[in-house]
């Protein structure tokens, strides 16, 4: 056995390669164990509602009017899909990033393969949020997607004041939308035909709406939303 092999066995003994979901151990080469891979639930971007990214009859439509043009989104927020991202986010695992940039890019290429986008813009955390999670996983996700489909991302266009509670924190889809009314302010100016506008979860749209109408105060002309996961609330 050469010094390498022998090296990576060594190393696979101390720090074995586990499941982004459940944790557990799993062979080299995969991020996910064939039971968390198998119950991972696509949202097809081909039969997707075309505005808010959701397949009926799940469709957000019938709640709000929203100011960015179309959504997108990979998997919805249930079950292994919703333990990948929290585990990312809150879990501190920014590793994870490149494996959720992968189908939220191919997601863009298919749901939005007509749209030249100008720009890459991230959801911006609040400080709070920043210093409890110790990285901005908007921002890493929307860095990996740049590099994969080519669109320069622009950061500082929207700021974020300290709101309380937190989107998670709100029982129900009104509380979301009247949580973030004034809680983002555009810091520069964009002028640009379209806009791709990065978060990691879309529950009822609210987070992402308000920060579309902020690019289109700074002078975007239309946005574009992808996010990881999708599925809220609505009563």
Known sequence: MNAKRLFLRVFGFFFPNVCFSCGRIIGEGKHLCDECEETLLNISAETA????????????????????????????????????????????????????????????????KDVKFDYIVSVPPTAKSLIKRGFDQTRLLAKCISKRIGVPLRSGVIGCRPFNPSQHESANYKERFKNVKGKYYVKKRINAENVLLVDDIKSTGATLDACARELLYSGAKRVYCVTFVAGGLKS
């Open 49 to 112: 509602c075309p505005f808010c990214g959701i397949e009926k009859p799940d469709c957000d439509c019938a709640y709000s009017v929203y100011y960015f043009k179309s959504a997108a989104a990979c998997f919805y927020n249930e079950g292994s899909a919703k333990n990948l991202v929290y585990n990312y986010k809150l879990g501190r695992k920014d590793y994870y990033c490149g494996y959720l940039a992968d189908f939220m890019s191919e997601n863009i290429k298919t749901k939005f």
